[in-house]
């Protein structure tokens, strides 16, 4: 290139003093208001701006934070590189470039979705306390003869006996009331009785008494 039309470039970048501070509105993220605070702080050009000190500049500038300083830094390098590479006419009446959206920094990259294996099949949803009933022939219920049950069975037995029934225990043993006479032969596991429970429903169970004995406390 000769030295005539570097001489010609030179010349089609000089700028007067209200092109040069209207320059700083070129910058994204400077507006008016911004370009104004940055005149009276001294960083009036965009080649003094691009030299400063982000603290320095935050700090000299009101309601500029050093994070935002060290952006306006940035993008006025970028300006300037355009204007000096002549991508840019900083004469001409234009709008600013845009500012490149920064990230999200609530956004974060998941990792490739896994295969997610199926879940086991659900062959039965009994706990293992109804199980455990079932296999001691107890399908509903508690696995002891609950305390209206013992008063059903001695009330019945009771009557029994009293109407004449044979007496299954010693009555030597006990006393000769016939309340006395049905507990004392509920204790001792010798009633050949069931007991009925249903189900809501309406499903019935009976339970032998002696399997329901063999869970339940008498004393």
């Known amino acids: 290139m000769s030295e005539g039309s570097k001489s010609d470039k030179k010349k089609k970048k000089e700028l007067t003093e209200e092109q040069r501070k209207k320059l700083l509105t070129y910058v994204p993220g400077v507006g008016p208001k911004t370009a104004e605070k940055l005149t009276e702080a001294g960083y009036d050009e965009l080649d003094v701006l691009v030299k400063a000190?982000?603290?320095?500049?935050?700090?000299?500038?009101?309601?500029?934070?050093?994070?935002?300083?060290?952006?306006?830094?940035?993008?006025?390098?970028?300006?300037?590189?355009?204007?000096?590479?002549?991508?840019?006419?900083?004469?001409?009446?234009?709008?600013?470039?845009?500012?490149?959206?920064?990230?999200?920094?609530?956004?974060?990259?998941?990792?490739?979705?896994?295969?997610?294996?199926?879940?086991?099949?659900?062959?039965?949803?009994?706990?293992?306390?109804?199980?455990?009933?079932?296999?001691?022939?107890?399908?509903?219920?508690?696995?002891?003869?609950?305390?209206?049950?013992?008063?059903?069975?001695?009330?019945?037995?009771?009557?029994?006996?009293?109407?004449?029934?044979?007496v299954l225990v010693d009555m030597t043993a006990t006393s000769k009331e016939v309340f006395a006479l049905a507990e004392n032969e509920l204790k001792s596991g010798v009633l050949p009785m069931t007991v009925r429970r249903s189900l809501p429903t309406g499903e019935t169970f009976d339970i032998p008494l002696k399997v329901l004995l063999e869970n339940t406390r008498l004393d």
């Not at 700090?59 to 993008?75: D, M, Q, R, W, Y």
């Not at 840019?88 to 920094?105: G, N």
């Not at 219920?141 to 109407?163: D, N």
């Open 53 to 166: 000190d982000p603290e320095a500049l935050a700090e000299a500038v009101t309601g500029l934070s050093v994070p935002k300083a060290e952006g306006v830094i940035s993008e006025a390098v970028i300006l300037k590189k355009l204007i000096d590479d002549g991508k840019m006419d900083p004469t001409s009446p234009r709008r600013r470039r845009r500012r490149a959206p920064e990230p999200d920094p609530d956004l974060h990259e998941l990792p490739p979705a896994q295969k997610i294996e199926s879940p086991e099949e659900i062959t039965s949803i009994e706990t293992g306390l109804e199980i455990e009933r079932k296999e001691m022939g107890i399908p509903a219920g508690p696995k002891w003869l609950t305390r209206f049950e013992r008063a059903r069975i001695v009330g019945a037995r009771a009557l029994q006996i009293s109407m004449g029934a044979p």
